[in-house]
């Protein structure tokens, strides 16, 4: 699958700069229209890209409170929620929004500079810079009201997030492809993502767990990227565990299935 493409005015290739500027505007513009296709032109419009993840997410942190739960743990349930279902719309977000994104997209690739790949790309990038946004927002008076620490380790913080961005992205291409070929399979996705919350990691951290049960989270990337989301936040308040080494190539893995998938897909798409 060819990420740039196009010629210069001389018939040429263009230069690797000149066709990433391309492709950076293919996908700005993708973006935009995904937004407003989303959210409209009206009313608070954009806003609702992070206003949707947010409203969940002080939404559970508020039932969790009022309701007396906690986790049994010396987090406080605020900030423990804050980061649990932030990072849980990220995941299902941008892994369950592809199940329809070829499909109702289709039409674009009329267009010669537009791939699949951009259609994709593009509304995995609103949907993570929009759940961060949304942490942010979140996260700023509450910190200031003293319900929230201050982030302890903001780059640990950010390589969580972009683990799980990218994660889902590689999830979320096999997803898209299976889909275009078998349509049957769009109806699995929405238990699929239900089935999939107890390897999140957004209910509970390993060391929590008996000995038996962390020898198997831990072979979930989801489970190790919730650890290191945390431990940016929260610092020595726990004992996170994480492997940049296993998350690459689970990454890398899943991206790889992805973009085959995604590949083969492309023989089933009608352009209308």
């Not at 957004?202 to 989270?217: D, G, H, K, R, T």
């Not at 004992?239 to 492309?266: E, Y």
């Amino acid at each position: 699958m060819s990420v740039f493409r196009g010629t210069d005015d001389d018939g040429r290739e263009p230069s690797f700069l000149a066709a990433f500027a391309v492709q950076r505007r293919i996908v700005a513009a993708l973006m935009i229209r995904e937004g407003l296709r989303r959210f409209g032109h009206d009313n608070l419009g954009f806003f609702w890209v992070l206003g949707e993840p947010m409203v969940l997410t002080v939404g559970v942190m508020g039932m969790w409170t009022i309701s007396g739960m906690g986790h049994g743990h010396n987090l406080r349930i605020i900030p423990f929620a804050l980061s649990g279902y932030s990072m849980l719309t990220l995941w299902r977000h941008v892994s369950g929004s592809s199940a329809h994104a070829l499909r109702e997209s289709s039409g674009l690739l009329f267009h010669s500079n537009i791939r699949l790949l951009d259609i994709l790309i593009a509304r995995c990038a609103l949907e993570s810079l929009g759940g961060f946004a949304a942490f942010c927002v979140a996260y700023l008076p509450l910190n200031l009201l003293g319900y929230v620490e201050t982030i302890d380790d903001p780059l640990l913080l950010v390589g969580g997030w972009l683990f799980m961005t990218w994660f889902a992205f590689g999830f979320g291409l096999a997803i898209a492809g299976l889909c275009q070929m078998f349509e049957v399979i769009e109806h699995f996705v929405p238990p699929l993502l239900y089935l999939t919350l107890p390897v999140t990691g957004a209910f509970y951290m390993i060391n929590w767990l008996p000995e038996s049960a962390q020898a198997i989270v831990r072979w979930s990337p989801l489970v190790q990227v919730f650890e290191m989301f945390r431990a940016g936040l929260f610092g020595n308040e726990v004992t996170a565990d994480w492997n940049v080494g296993f998350l690459t190539l689970c990454c890398l893995g899943i991206t790889a299935v992805g973009l085959t998938l995604v590949q083969m897909a492309q023989k089933h798409i009608e352009i209308h």
